[in-house]
């Protein structure tokens, strides 16, 4: 990926947010989007001459519109705004998702439609080199532009409010001086530039999709180790099948799938008796596919908005003009991440029946609840109830609430998406998925050593052995919790897809 990131307001993608954000890679400014952005300045200064009434410029915003700013009150009106909109309410932000705000943001300000005067865009990218990260509140925006939220972030760029540097809280005063850098002063329309966008949630939501895409592919795995474990008919993974229908989710899914069982027994030894296995067993590739499917369509939408203005009012510098508009409505994409959590739900559900039927000896043949010795032990049986307490969760989490809106400002503000709330709960998702697949991953190496003399596949063979590195086989009743925690870490931290890949071999 090279050392530096240059941005451009066009080329955003997901991958690039997850390394400026989490491995705080170091960003340029495009020289050409640099210009983009000074001759929308330039446009801003003719219009402030020629007094045309515009949104957010030379009136006011939201209810009070019909205010007139004069141009000596520019400056004081674009600090009020910064402070009047500082709204938001904890939790705060963590670092990388901060970090992940604050280059959304950037990305759309390149574009060139604000208006905002250069030094504020200078002002993100000195952040995020300079390692500053402002204090942001996560609750309290409605998705229609992040307003309450990343208007934080305007706070301490005045020199206000408080950063985090290094891991330490520093007030931002303080932190700008010690950083050789002097608080904003803000001119006409830098105040609406930069409280009015959705970054907050689209950041968040480019966090969200990578670690869903890695989440996925753990789930093949983990399905592909439970297949072994109970010797499953292996017919559904049939090339020509899949042909006969070929959504693009489930054929990815399937190769993932066959690509872990790659020279393992089970597609010469399967148990000759599953005619027909559990749906949970039978669907995966349609299940994870669909899944795979939503995350692409709301990948795709995401990174559109990234790498476009939703600026109002929207500065058109060829046209000479600058105009209100609906280009901050964030409903196509935040409708996305609805469906993904949903589609997240039945990814987790299946996994929770594999869970359960593979802790039953009348269907797996082996030890009631996966225990070493049926006298003495009591193995996996409480497990069960930890998965369906997070399956309850995750089911009210996939409850839609972009529709949960009223109408605000006076009547003129009447549609939201609670677009940030909606990304909150498709990341609480994938958290709590990442427990699911971690005790289904938990049984299946159990029962695999219970069951004993199986030659895995390539693919599960890695990862029964970095899930073995990790906990070890359950050879009498212990501490559950711990074990749990130790799976979940290894599949959190990408360790378990490192090890995969990195002993994979074509």
Known sequence: MGDVLQLDGTNL?????????????????????????????????????????????????????DKVIDTHFFEKYNRNLILSHCAGVKPEAAQDEVRAVMLARLNGLLIGCTGTHPKVVERYADFLNLGIHPVLPLRGSIGAADITTISHIGLTMIGEGEVEVSGAKYSAYLALEKSGLKPLNLGPKDGLAIVSSNALSAGTGALALYDCRKLLEIADIVYALSLEAIRGNVS???????????????IQSLKNIQKMLKDSDLWTKHNPDSLQDPLSFRNVCQIHGAALDASHYTREQLERHLNSSDDNPCVLTEEGTILSCGNFEPIAWTIGF?????????????????TIKLGDPAFTGLTRFLTPDEKQYLGFCTMQKTVSALDAEIRHLSNFASSDYISLAGDIE???????????????????AVYILGIEALHAAQAIDLRGGLRLGRGTAAAYHAIRSVVPFLDKDRNLSADIERIYQLFKTGELLDQVRKNYKD
């Open 338 to 354: 609805e469906m993904l959590g949903n589609a997240l739900h039945h990814v987790t559900k299946s996994s929770c029946f594999r």
């Open 414 to 432: 009447d549609h939201g998406t609670n677009a940030p709330y909606v990304v909150s709960k498709t990341r609480e998702i994938i958290d709590r």
């Open 236 to 250: 559904p993974l049939n090339d020509s099948v899949h042909r006969m229908r070929s959504f693009p989710g489930q």
């Open 13 to 65: 993608t997901i991958e690039d947010i997850y390394s400026v954000a989490r491995e705080k890679k170091r960003i340029e400014i495009d020289e050409t989007a640099k210009q983009k952005v000074i001759n929308s300045r330039k446009l801003i200064y003719k219009l402030v001459d020629k007094n045309i009434p515009v949104y957010g410029f030379n009136r006011g915003v939201g209810l009070n519109k």
